[in-house]
């Protein structure tokens, strides 16, 4: 996980504006495939790892089952977030390196 609370916060946080924008986007057009799957996990309730993996599956699903539905913006949109949920999945690196004196 993140080494920092805040940072993590950030990543949920642009997470969720993209889920807004794509939201609104998907109202406007009326697209309700993509909109039902958005839907079905969006709001987050909360960022933990379960709610977060879920997102991140269900909007997969969303690209595999129906890209024909989806413009190039939002299909890149998806591709972010799906970017953004394995950065906060992926365990953090720190690499230690003696100095010598």
């Known amino acids: 996980m993140m080494g920092y609370l805040s940072e993590r916060e950030n990543v949920v946080?642009?997470?969720?504006?993209?889920?807004?924008?794509?939201?609104?986007?998907?109202?406007?057009t009326r697209s309700l495939t993509a909109l039902a799957y958005l839907m079905h996990c969006w709001p987050l309730r909360d960022s933990s790892?379960?709610?977060l993996r879920r997102l991140g599956e269900?909007?997969?699903?969303l690209r595999r089952?129906?890209?024909?539905?989806?413009?190039?913006?939002?299909?890149?949109?998806?591709?972010?977030?799906a970017d953004l949920i394995d950065e906060l999945?992926?365990?953090r690196r720190v690499t230690l390196t003696a100095r010598a004196e």
């Open 13 to 28: 946080s642009q997470i969720d504006a993209i889920c807004l924008r794509l939201f609104d986007a998907w109202c406007e």
């Open 49 to 51: 790892p379960s709610a």
């Open 58 to 61: 269900t909007l997969r699903d």
């Open 65 to 81: 089952n129906h890209a024909n539905r989806i413009d190039d913006c939002d299909f890149r949109a998806l591709c972010e977030v």
């Open 89 to 91: 999945a992926a365990p």
